[in-house]
């Protein structure tokens, strides 16, 4: 039996309304919509998050996104989406096997943007640059 929710959903042991599955990946309705045809992509093999998944399967994620989104947008007569990944707890993910979400979007669907907030203090900006390019493997 599996323990994550996703391999739970992979396994058919939680039933699912999917709308595209091949031997690696599956493609379902998420179950609690931010607007209905809310879709998540999951890989068949368990990865936690983004910084646990192999650039591979990231990638070939991203490319069943751009065969997914434009029917989900049909579908839904959605004009647009966003897609995200929340990765890690504090970011929002809930269900520790890595997703992405395709969310359709309309004009004043109530669903707030992000916004900045913050402001970097003079010389902030470039020292912040620097420390993470010299972090970049
Ligand atoms: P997260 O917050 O981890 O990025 O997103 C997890 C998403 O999975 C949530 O939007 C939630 O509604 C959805 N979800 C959680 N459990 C299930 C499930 O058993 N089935 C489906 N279809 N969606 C689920
Ligand atoms: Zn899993």
Known sequence: MAQCVFCKVAAWETPSQRVYEDDKFIAFLDINPVNFGHTL?????????FIETP?????EMTKLAKKIAPAIL????APAFNITFNSGQEAGQAVHHIHMHIIPRYADDGHKQWHG???YAEGEMGATAKKIKELIK
């Open 41 to 49: 992509i999951i890989p068949r093999e368990h990865y936690a998050n």
């Open 74 to 77: 049909e579908a839904m007569k």
């Open 117 to 119: 907030r913050d402001r």
């Open 55 to 59: 650039e591979d399967v990231l990638s």
